[in-house]
């Protein structure tokens, strides 16, 4: 079984709206995140917002009979993620992972978890896919980019050296563990500090994380100028798919 966690419960700080709940040609931002990772074959959608925002997407999603459980977030990326891993525990295996004295059964080591930003309306189902696979064969992987662009170590404002970017990837989601790794990664007393993706904490569990280069675009929608690409690009996406339509109907 492969479970998701959508993560949308930031705040849209640099964005100035919480961009996760907008309209994205006739779709909520959320909405293309969690019909991707359904399309891709993703058993079950644990869909993570603000707490003051349960209860109102709640509504929605029963209104629109979508497949997908609404849990709370967390103060930070971290949190959130652990709110939606707990949500699994107790909805599907009916246990808190995160107790103590709580251990995985084989049935749980059996089972994966693709971490999405819901920031991130755009990626493909095949990417999807493939991320998921090969977290199956390893038991970690990340969808990821290679860099293009030149990397400069700044400090004071000035350029304090050049790395070179041959080695350097930029990390996407969706990311996929197991889930006995993860619940054990996510356990109290874990620092979420420099948490700024799920990779880093599976790293500091131990475990080592493959890569999976992204094939198509898979863009994080932050700024005002992200927002204003994601609008065109999904009607662009939109007009193709009805596009496709059309000829199958021919």
Not at 119 to 139: H, M, Q
């Amino acid at each position: 079984m492969v479970y998701g966690i959508v993560v949308a419960g930031g705040q849209g700080t640099r964005l100035g709206r919480k961009k996760q709940f907008l309209d994205l040609a006739g779709s909520p931002v959320w909405r293309w995140s969690v019909n991707t990772l359904r399309d891709a074959g993703v058993d079950r959608v644990f869909l993570v917002v603000p707490a003051e925002d349960v209860s109102e997407i709640t509504r929605s999603v029963e209104m629109d009979d979508i497949p997908v459980r609404v849990v709370p977030g967390g103060q930070t990326r971290f949190h959130s993620v652990r709110n939606g891993l707990g949500a699994i525990g107790r909805e599907v295996f009916g246990l808190d992972p995160f107790a103590a004295g709580s251990a995985p059964s084989p049935s749980q080591a059996k089972a994966w978890v693709a971490v999405h930003d819901a920031a991130r309306p755009f990626v493909s189902a095949s990417d999807v896919r493939a991320v998921i696979r090969t977290a199956k064969e390893t038991g970690a992987a990340i969808l990821a980019r290679p860099c293009a662009d030149t990397v400069k170590r700044v400090e004071d404002g000035c350029i304090r050296g050049t790395l070179p970017r041959h080695s350097l990837w930029l990390a996407e989601t969706p990311q996929v563990f197991r889930l006995d790794w993860m619940w054990e990664a996510y356990r109290p007393g874990v620092s979420p500090a420099e948490a700024t993706d799920d990779a880093w904490v599976m790293e500091q569990a131990g475990h080592t994380v493959q890569v999976v280069a992204s094939t198509a675009e898979n863009r994080k929608i932050t700024t005002p100028a992200d927002w204003a690409w994601a609008q065109m690009w999904a009607e662009h996406v939109r007009k193709g798919a009805m596009m496709d339509a059309d000829r199958s109907r021919i």
